[in-house]
């Protein structure tokens, strides 16, 4: 089926940096959802986006809806170990999901 | 808040068996998703019911694979026969319309 492509596919990271991860697609979508998922769990809704430039946080993360409607971005400011793990975007409300990109953070 | 249940949560059987995977949706949800997760392929989207009707089984891939959704609170999804191809990890999700799904903690299938 059809994905999402994000970008990066992996990144290492030190405590208390900022983290910024994109995805795009060749299709416009009406919303936007980014995923957290943890090792043996489902992915955990962190922020959805139902309009083309909105913006949302979520305490340190911080999600955007691209104009154009056919990307988004996540950022998280000040890193913590606990943030590591996969993160997904998803289209439509997830019927379509992101390729996903592994954060790892070093304390 | 029970979240979504899924069971079992970890499952191994042998090639040519019949699988049957289950999941309780939050009460409320009116629509009820099948996922698969591999690391080839990612989350792919098999099936999904509205007010238990399903309305796109295009990602289901063969006839081996089928899911029922009786009523609102319950929903099965069965391979028979398994193969080993299909060890993947299957989630469960569930929603309100308009609103992002929730996803159950998975069960794990291995087909040896």
């Known amino acids: 089926g059809q994905q999402l492509n994000q970008s990066p596919q992996s990144m290492f990271i030190q405590e208390g940096e900022d983290v910024s991860m994109n995805c795009t697609s060749s299709?416009?979508?009406?919303?936007w959802l980014w995923y957290k998922q943890d090792p043996g769990e489902g992915p955990v809704l962190l922020i959805a986006?139902?309009?083309?430039?909105e913006l949302t946080s979520n305490g340190r993360l911080t999600a955007q809806f691209g104009i154009t409607r056919k990307d988004s971005f996540l950022n998280i400011s000040a890193s913590i170990p606990s943030d590591v793990g996969i993160y997904f975007c998803?289209?439509?409300?997830?019927?379509?999901f992101g390729t996903g990109t592994r954060l790892k953070v070093l304390a | 808040d029970a979240g979504v249940i899924q069971s079992p949560r970890h499952e191994v059987t042998e090639m040519g068996q019949e699988v049957t995977l289950r999941c309780k949706p939050i009460s409320g949800h009116n629509s009820l998703f099948w996922y698969r997760q591999t690391m080839m392929r990612g989350l792919e989207l098999l099936i999904y019911f509205n007010n238990n009707v399903p309305i796109d089984d295009s990602g289901m891939p063969e006839d081996r694979f089928s899911a029922k959704m009786p009523n609102a609170s319950f929903s099965t999804l069965k391979i028979q026969p398994s193969e080993p191809r299909d060890s993947a990890v299957y989630f469960c999700?569930?929603?309100?319309?308009?609103?992002?799904?929730?996803f159950g903690s998975g069960t794990r299938l291995t087909v040896v």
């Open positions: 986006l139902y309009k083309a430039g």
């Open positions: 998803a289209g439509q409300f997830g019927y379509i």
């Open positions: 999700a569930s929603a309100k319309t308009g609103y992002g799904y929730t």
């Open positions: 299709s416009i979508f009406n919303t």
